[in-house]
Nanobody
């Protein structure tokens, strides 16, 4: 199983980015997908998750109203659209798969390599 996160970069505060996660090696539609992030010197934290069908989505309080998670089961892709970005959103963002969408990192079994998002003030 491989997950490849991409789309990170440098953006000014207030800007937007769309992260992508390509999943291969498993029946994609049978798994929930989550995005987690880890800022320098901090523990990894939950950002957003989506259920297998895409009907249910979950967001950290810090992401509500600014981040939107979506998935394309035909293309084995998950996206995280981030808008109104703040310097505190600076982190490495990881995508991961779990039996269902979950806010708990322990539920996830496969992780991507991460993509760096830097938000300048």
């Amino acid at each position: 199983v491989q997950l490849r996160a991409s789309g990170g970069g440098l953006v000014q505060a207030g800007g937007s980015l769309r992260l992508s996660c390509a999943v291969s090696g498993r029946t994609f539609s049978r798994y929930g997908v989550g995005w987690f992030r880890q800022a320098p010197g901090k523990e990894r934290e939950f950002a957003a998750a989506i259920s297998r069908s895409g009907v249910r989505t979950y967001y950290a309080d810090s992401a509500k109203g600014r981040f939107t998670i979506s998935r394309d089961n035909a293309g084995n892709m998950v996206y995280l659209r981030m808008s109104s970005l703040k310097p505190e959103d600076t982190a490495v963002y990881y995508c991961a798969t779990a039996p269902s969408g979950s806010v708990y990192s322990t539920q996830y079994d496969y992780w991507g390599q991460g993509t760096l998002v830097t938000v300048s003030s």
